[in-house]
């Protein structure tokens, strides 16, 4: 049994391009933003220039209820680069909204049902080490 917990090191963090800007900007605000097409309303992420379903550039933000629930999970014992601290649990996140995010769980046992496809989650902000605020899930 351990616990996960959010990242504490010198990570990489995000490189903000003009589409995704306002995503982290959300996340420093501790909101969670989506696009959603205002043509065929397909919930949009990662932020982009035109609608993946339809090639609509109609692309409205909106704000996610932060709840969803885990679609897919790992467990990562050891970790890509020494930056990393290890156990940490990359996880597929659908949205209440019908979009996906991937982020990690935290705020659990690795071993126990809260990791588990199905459990519900919901979503949380941390600050890297270089002052980026990253979403994170953990159960709800
Ligand atoms: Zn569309």
């Keep these: 049994m351990t616990l996960l917990r959010p990242q504490v090191g010198p990570i990489t963090g995000p490189d ?7 995503y982290w900007d959300g996340c420093a605000a501790g909101e969670l ?6 043509v065929c309303d397909t919930a ?4 982009a220039a035109v609608c993946p379903s339809c090639g609509s550039e109609e692309l409205r933000w909106e704000s996610s209820s932060g709840r969803g629930v885990i679609h897919s999970v790992t467990i990562v ?3 890509v680069t020494p930056a990393f601290e290890a156990p940490y649990a990359p996880a597929i996140i659908e949205l209440e909204e019908g979009w996906f995010l991937l982020t990690s769980v935290i705020d659990c046992d690795t071993d126990g049902e809260e990791l588990a496809i199905g459990a519900p989650v919901e979503i949380v902000f941390h600050p890297l080490a270089d002052g980026f605020v990253i979403p994170y899930a ?3």
């Design 33 to 38: 933003r989506f696009q959603r097409c205002a």
């Design 44 to 47: 949009v992420h990662t932020p």
């Design 138 to 140: 953990r159960p709800r």
């Design 16 to 22: 903000p391009s003009v589409f995704s800007q306002h």
């Design 77 to 79: 014992w050891r970790p």
